[in-house]
């Protein structure tokens, strides 16, 4: 039998084919780049327990879809982005920078390969930093209020 009226249009639009691609490129967002989406450990431990519990589940779907390719291990480097003129020695290594000095005694900036880098004030490159992400068994949430709803006072009778 059939519906008497139609079925209502959901409101908005219409649902995407990439959801995820959709909301990773939305907005500048922590811990994405083009490549990965990188979640520190430390938060996704910290998370309320229903969080975890649908996180694990969805990664272990995850993870059963995607076993059989050779996956590789990740060293992930907490890094942030960085001027080439305001680095050291030691952070333009790591970088795969050269500076030196040209016959008019400015600086010069190179590649690795010896290519010069044009306009070195505004080039930026990503430095390895000290990790601000609270580690291992950390709650993150301890210096925020509690989420939900607030407890009520229990009604004081007269």
């Not at 009226?5 to 922590?30: E, K, Q, V, Y």
């Not at 993870?63 to 982005?81: D, F, G, I, M, T």
């Not at 590649?111 to 930093?129: A, F, M, Q, T, W």
Request: hydrophobic share 35%; aromatic share 6%; glycine share 6%.
């Amino acid at each position: 039998m059939y519906a008497p009226d139609p079925l209502p249009r959901h409101a908005g639009p219409p649902a995407s084919s990439t959801p995820i691609r959709d909301f990773l490129d939305s907005a500048p967002r922590p811990g994405i780049s083009e490549g990965y989406a990188v979640l520190p450990r430390g938060l996704a431990e910290g998370m309320p327990l229903p969080w975890q519990q649908a996180m694990s589940h969805l990664l272990h779907e995850f993870h059963q879809v995607y076993a059989h390719l050779n996956w590789p291990e990740y060293r992930v480097v907490p890094s942030r982005r960085e001027r080439l003129v305001d680095l050291d020695e030691e952070q333009l290594a790591e970088v795969g920078c050269l500076v030196e000095i040209d016959v008019d005694g400015e600086l010069v900036y190179r590649e690795r390969n010896g290519k010069r880098i044009e306009d070195p004030e505004r080039h930026e490159v990503l430095v390895s930093c000290l990790d601000p992400i609270p580690g291992q068994h950390l709650n993150a949430n301890q210096d925020t209020p509690p989420r939900g709803f607030p407890v009520q006072p229990a009604p004081h009778w007269g």
